[in-house]
């Protein structure tokens, strides 16, 4: 919710907060901190993951991150092209055969 302590109706960027103002649209609507607020990049963030799963003793490390990683970036994809397949594949290089088989594979078809 924006309050506002100006008497006009309309809102304009500037009466926004710092915060909001930081987001570009993809971020706002994926719920994202702003680019500005990231500390540091997913390959760092993966690094750590990594790292605490060896050091855990967590079996098959490679299958389980490569399976969330393509889960993540496929429904990402679906969701910014609205459900529409072909233009996720088409956007992520993929053949329009290899996202319906990625989607049966990891339980994401509908």
């Given at each position: 919710?924006?309050?506002?302590?100006?008497?006009s109706v309309?809102?304009?960027?500037?009466?926004?907060?710092?915060e909001v103002?930081?987001?570009?649209?993809?971020?706002?609507?994926?719920?994202?901190?702003?680019?500005?607020?990231?500390?540091?990049?997913?390959?760092?963030?993966?690094?750590?993951?990594?790292?605490?799963?060896?050091?855990?003793?967590?079996?098959?490390?490679?299958?389980?991150?490569?399976?969330?990683?393509?889960?993540?970036?496929?429904?990402?994809?679906?969701?910014?092209?609205?459900?529409?397949?072909?233009?996720?594949?088409?956007?992520?290089?993929?053949?329009?055969?290899?996202?319906?088989?990625?989607?049966?594979?990891?339980?994401?078809?509908?």
């Amino acid at each position: 919710m924006v309050t506002r302590d100006t008497p006009s109706v309309e809102v304009r960027v500037e009466d926004l907060p710092d915060e909001v103002k930081a987001q570009t649209p993809l971020e706002a609507s994926h719920g994202l901190e702003s680019s500005q607020e990231r500390s540091t990049d997913w390959t760092t963030e993966l690094a750590h993951v990594v790292v605490e799963k060896l050091t855990k003793g967590q079996p098959e490390v490679w299958s389980a991150l490569l399976h969330d990683f393509e889960r993540t970036v496929i429904q990402e994809a679906l969701q910014v092209t609205h459900g529409r397949r072909m233009e996720a594949a088409q956007r992520l290089g993929l053949g329009r055969n290899t996202l319906t088989r990625k989607l049966q594979e990891l339980a994401l078809d509908d």
